[in-house]
């Protein structure tokens, strides 16, 4: 489990390797000095935060298809999310849907040549998302600063 917490989590910093101030990409070895700066406790704070500021009230719908750390939402609860997401100055990474314990697809702030805290690319792919008319269920991955997590 940690193993795979480290993976993704070194995928997402590949990923997001642009700062709010658009610099150059960082290298996987830079991404993997930033993870070893972000510790177990950290990713637990960070969930905590998430628990208690963004996921407050709504209802995880992972029923165990899925690591108990990620939380799925409905469409409603998730638009909750976004909202929260948005008002906190968080970011999103990554907007992840299934559909019956299934996979349905992927969406990463990279496919929108943006960055993680910009509202516009995570919502233009929740409607996206939203338009295939099916009945999903919403993960994703956040940003969270760490002085929040203090």
């Known amino acids: 489990m940690k193993k795979l ?68 939402f409905s469409e409603s609860d998730f638009e909750i999310v976004l909202d929260r997401v948005e008002k906190n100055g968080l970011g999103i990474y990554g907007i992840e849907p299934w559909i019956d314990g299934d996979f349905y697809g992927v969406l990463i702030v990279e496919d929108f040549d943006t960055i993680a805290t910009d509202p516009k690319w995570y919502r233009k792919a929740f409607t996206e998302f939203k338009a295939s008319g099916k009945e999903l269920l919403y993960a994703a991955s956040y940003e969270v600063p760490k002085k929040l997590l203090k």
């Open 5 to 72: 917490l480290q993976i993704v989590l070194i995928g997402l910093l590949t990923l997001s390797c642009n700062s709010k101030k658009k610099t150059e990409p960082k290298t996987f070895e830079e991404a993997e000095l930033e993870l070893a700066n972000y510790s177990e406790e950290d990713r637990m704070k960070e969930l905590e935060y998430l628990k208690a500021n963004v996921f407050k009230g709504l209802e995880n719908l992972n029923d165990g298809f899925d690591s108990e750390s990620i939380y799925y």
